[in-house]
Antibody, heavy 117, light 112 residues
């Protein structure tokens, strides 16, 4: 059974940093690309970024709204994908999900990030 | 970027009746490999999204056969043949044909 457990969310001041993690199990993590998707409270879904598997170079793609501020990385020994968020803004407030694969198959339960002074 | 426009925004449906949601793309979703990568997701209240349909018309494992997807080019549709109470929630389309990946704005399905 595929399981994705996000962690690291919380309340952070504007301009500060936060690092989210997603622990994966139940599938071949090293062979899978991984996404981050966010959902502001009461609103729709916004794709944040994607990291390819090492077999495809481990390269990344980002939404324009986060490019240059957010960085996705992966640790295939621990089956963890991370989202480093720097220069946080109020509009980054959202529930952050990790999701598997370029076709966005499975989703975790999300971790809430609130950016406020 | 590909803009996905869903309609309607809200869809009140009588139990047992059909429902249809439209997703229109600002560009063709034909990938260089010839496939169209348009997914549909269901998000029940208080839950994470769940994928129902991938590559326009392929139902995910465990998804009831009352859900079906169709379309081509820039026009796509999700149909529920007979709405059940458990189908209440918000439905999103998403294209994964080109970067950046994008979502439609969502359609809220509720029971009349």
């Amino acid at each position: 059974e595929v399981q994705l457990v996000e962690s690291g969310g919380g309340l952070v001041q504007p301009g500060r940093s936060l690092r989210l993690s997603c622990k994966a199990s139940g599938f071949s993590f090293g062979d899978s690309g991984m996404n981050w998707v966010r959902q502001p409270p009461g609103k729709g879904l916004e794709w944040v970024g994607f990291i390819r598997s090492k077999a495809y170079g481990g390269t990344t793609e980002y939404a324009a709204s986060v490019k240059g501020r957010f960085t996705i990385s992966r640790d295939d020994t621990e089956n963890i994908v991370s989202l480093q968020m720097d220069g946080l803004k109020a509009e980054d407030t959202a529930l952050y999900y990790c999701a598997t694969g370029v076709n966005v198959d499975y989703w975790g339960q999300g971790t809430l990030v609130t950016v406020s002074s | 970027d590909v803009v996905l426009t869903q309609s309607p925004l809200s869809l009140p449906v009588t139990l047992g009746q059909p429902a249809s949601i439209s997703c229109r793309s600002s560009q063709s979703l034909v990938h260089s490999d010839g496939n169209m990568y348009l997914n549909w997701f269901q998000q029940r209240p208080g839950q994470s999204p769940r994928r129902l349909i991938y590559k326009v018309s392929n139902r995910d494992s465990g998804v009831p056969d009352r859900f079906s997807g169709s379309g081509s080019g820039t026009d796509f549709t999700l149909k529920i043949s007979r709405v059940e109470a458990e189908d209440v929630g918000v439905y999103f389309c998403m294209q994964v044909s080109q970067w950046p990946l994008t979502f439609g704005g969502g359609t809220k399905v509720e029971i009349k």
